[in-house]
């Protein structure tokens, strides 16, 4: 108990999946949680984390807008007083043969997957300097590290996340702040339901996968956790993979 004891943690993407479940862990550790998300549903997140004894609030927010994250940023500063910890999770799959992509889904995907981690990482310098540092952790995939059919456009969008860390972390390093990604195998969530679904194609997806199965949203939040608190200090600019031995081979 207390990893991240009195933290200030924003969580993006906080409705389900990886990003509740990192929430609530966060919060189970003693992180004081801004859970954010497009999604309504996060105010329930929200509420089992209260109901928890912990302390936690819901803000609506489109990562893709800087208006919405000045507005995440604001209301964070003034409710908690700055920001510790950022995870960047908010994210969208495509699996689609490359001639079948549009441009529009192209862009959109690198809106959402992209330029979300862009512009949150940004807004989080400014209120972690006030608190002499933090730690980013932006949610990439093992798709970021390896090709796979039908993946091209998400692939490309998480090799970019892994490389702009990089990127992020050698000019904030010098601030106190860490930024690494964190790289999930295939996990059992709702983004991922319809790949395991289907016997042959959840074959198929966990083929390389050492364990022989898919990880969970607490398995990730575990990871997240450890990259967030001060465990993890001389951890920064790398690229945290978690996928039951997916990239082994």
Known sequence: MGRVEGKICIV???????GKATAQ?????GGKIVATDIDKECQKTVDEIVDSGGEAIF???DVTKEKDWDMVIEQCSSRFGGLDVLINNAGVLLMKPLQETSLEEWNEIFRVNVTSIFLGTKFAFEPMCTRNGGSIVNLSSIYGLVGAPMAAAY???KGAIRLFTKGAATEYAAHGIRVNSLHPGVIDTPMAEHLLEDTEI?????GPT????????????NAALYLASDESSFVV???MVVDGGYTCN
């Open 155 to 157: 692939e490309a969008s």
């Open 237 to 239: 600019g790398t690229e």
């Open 210 to 221: 050492l364990l022989g199965r898919a990880g969970t949203a607490d398995e990730i939040a």
């Open 12 to 18: 993006t993407g906080a409705a389900n999946g990886i």
């Open 25 to 29: 862990r966060l919060a189970s550790e």
């Open 202 to 206: 959840k074959n198929a997806v966990l």
């Open 59 to 61: 803000l609506p927010h």
